[in-house]
């Protein structure tokens, strides 16, 4: 596991140089780790997918309407991680601090108000 607690503390440091506060560093922290946990919980459904993908693409012939289904599930199944994933984040901002939130609310997307906000250090 030390890889993995290599990416945690670079994570941490991430947070840290965006000004995020200690407690929010450690609220994010937390909703990664139940992420990481949920995402771990339905690796097996993504591979079962993947599965009947593969077998459905190999057969011969090929079975188009069991690919058909396959893709259909592979879909259904990205779409609901997305919106869990989504929930997660929401979740996650309503329980930082105004700052802290203002600040990661960032991390969701590449419109950025102008002028940019200057690095925290600046602000120290």
């Known amino acids: 596991m030390r ?3 290599e990416i945690r503390a670079r994570r941490a440091d991430q947070l840290r ?3 995020i506060s200690d407690q929010g560093i450690r609220t994010i922290m937390d909703s990664d ?31 188009v309407e069991r690919l058909g289904r396959a893709l259909a599930a592979r879909s ?13 984040a929401v979740s996650l901002l309503r329980q930082l601090s105004p700052q802290d939130r203002a600040i ?7 419109m950025r108000a102008y002028p940019l906000r200057p690095p925290c250090r600046s602000l120290r």
């Open 76 to 88: 259904a199944y990205q779409a609901a991680q997305a919106e869990r994933r989504d929930r997660e």
């Open 33 to 63: 780790e139940r992420a990481r946990s949920a995402g771990m919980a339905s690796i097996e459904e993504g591979h079962s997918i993947n599965q009947e993908l593969g077998e459905a693409a190999n057969a011969d012939p090929v079975d």
């Open 17 to 19: 140089e965006l000004c």
């Open 104 to 110: 990661y609310a960032l991390q969701f997307t590449l």
């Open 3 to 5: 890889g993995y607690e």
